[in-house]
């Protein structure tokens, strides 16, 4: 929240203080969490990108078989194509959104601004996030070799919509945890700042995005799973949605299916969530001292005395 000022007025000998805020500027906002989030998205892509390969194969595993530990970086390049607009679409609207809710929703309730910041943030994106994410996985499932193959291949044989395949299951994966997880991450972050009375340091802000990715990557494994299948499935239509998909996963396989590659998970966006925020916060910082330091500059140069020449 933006802190509160007080303006004086004199009525008499009386004098009164009217609480106002901060003017927010929201373009600014809009810009410095674009450039934080394209940041935070690309190297957490890049440095936990074999993991993600690794769930992913587990997930579409339809029997316990090996999994191949070869190729774990393939699609990294076209997917950070993706990954750097979507991470900057999404924490460029979320930044924005929260900063507005919380200038009109009591303290207590700040939850509800983080719940829907993290759900809009996460369906503004969800435009880049989808094709980007079926182009990844069907290359970590070595379908297709290369990004611009896959892209072909697919809008040739499924049309432009299969690009989108799952787009209703990655909304019901991902609205959810994006809302869980920036809910539970800045509600940690108000707590653990009113305890320690303080700012929290680098390490404390990655342990808390650490625990929040943690927490709701395992409550949302499930879904994940469920996302995975009906995007990698191409033409071959396995399943007919998502309500199909389950009822075949659980009839087949058995209920434990559905949270496959959990531990795969639960460590990648545990790690994730610790370097992003980490990351994330950062780079705001950064932006934010640059910025301030401009206004100074600015400031000083407006008001400085100038000389007449003689």
Known sequence: MEESKSIETRAGTATTAIPSRKQINFAQVIIEGAIAGATAGVVVETVLYPIDTIKTRLQAARTSGKIVLKGLYSGLAGNLLGVLPASAIFVGVYEPVKRK???CLPDHLSSIAHLTAGATGGLAASLVRVPTEVVKQRMQTREFPRA???????VSNEGFRGLYAGFGSFLL??????????????QLKIGYKKMARRDLYDSETALVGAFAGALTGALTTPLDVIKTRLMIQGKSNAYKGIVDCVQKIVQEEGAGALTKGIGPRVMWIGIGGSIFFGVLEKTKQVLEQSHQKKVIKTTTSNNFPRTKEL
């Open 101 to 103: 809710l919380e200038e």
């Open 148 to 154: 611009h193959i896959a892209v072909r291949s697919i």
């Open 173 to 186: 994966r991902d609205l959810p945890f994006d809302a869980i997880q920036f809910c539970i991450y800045e």
